[in-house]
């Protein structure tokens, strides 16, 4: 059973650019979410994919926006790239199986985006 | 989401035992308590979780207070390895759209003396 996979693990953009982020569920897993902590900060919710729709959002503009594969694994786009947007992406898979909202989430080790 | 409040640092030694505490004076009926932690330079891990009794796993033991507003993580004998930041989060025992949602706050950053 492989863990989630994150790629790439580094990255530098510069200011307007876009960037294609990747994550691997770990098998079996059907949904994914995914997570931007800034330095020294927690991690904080961008949004969650469950059957290839977005189903949850936090506070993050539309400008950042994802994809959910048949396979579960996904992709999170962010458009028009600005200085604050350096950080680390974390992707999260878990398996919503219905049931008490209970399930533990798997974290991959992240992607660092620094934007220049 | 309910708000937590944890110390922001704390220290052990190795081999003793830790307790990591958590307020969570507005958390609903139906929130669960996880605790996360996250290594240096990982994603987060899923520590423990529970709703009103006291939880235990190879990890971890979960002591809720029985107003359910505090609870404490209990590490029974600290290594170096348990050397990270950990989270409280209360989390929604219901709704799909909120199943991979997580709210982190600052966290408690463990650090263990040799």
């Known amino acids: 059973e492989t863990g989630v996979t994150q790629s790439p693990t580094h990255l530098i953009k510069t200011r307007g650019q876009q960037v294609t982020l990747r994550c691997s569920s770990q098998?079996?897993?059907?949904?994914v979410s995914w997570y931007q902590q800034a330095l020294g900060q927690g991690p904080q919710f961008i949004f969650q994919?469950?059957?290839?729709?977005?189903?949850g959002r936090g506070n993050f503009p539309p400008r950042f926006s994802g994809l959910q594969f048949p396979n579960y694994s996904s992709e999170l786009n962010v458009n028009a790239l600005e200085l604050d947007d350096s950080a680390l992406y974390l992707c999260?898979?878990?398996?919503?199986?219905?049931?008490?909202?209970?399930?533990?989430?798997?974290f991959g080790e992240g992607s660092r985006l620094t934007v220049l | 989401d309910a708000k937590t409040t944890q110390p922001n640092s704390m220290e052990s030694n190795e081999e003793e035992p830790v307790h990591l505490p958590c307020n969570h004076s507005t958390i609903s009926g139906t929130d669960y308590i996880h605790w996360y932690r996250q290594l240096p330079s990982q994603g987060p891990e899923y520590v423990i979780h529970?709703?009103?009794s006291n939880v235990n796993n190879r990890m971890a033991s979960l002591a809720i207070a029985e107003d359910r507003k505090s609870s404490t993580l209990i590490l029974h004998r600290a290594t170096l390895r348990d050397a990270a930041v950990y989270y409280c989060i209360p989390k929604s025992g219901t709704g799909g759209t909120s199943y991979g949602k997580l709210t982190f706050g600052q966290g408690t950053i463990l650090t263990v003396h040799p």
């Open positions: 529970g709703l009103t």
């Open positions: 999260a898979s878990s398996l919503l199986a219905g049931g008490p909202n209970t399930g533990e989430l798997f």
């Open positions: 098998s079996g897993h059907n949904t």
């Open positions: 994919y469950y059957r290839e729709e977005e189903n």
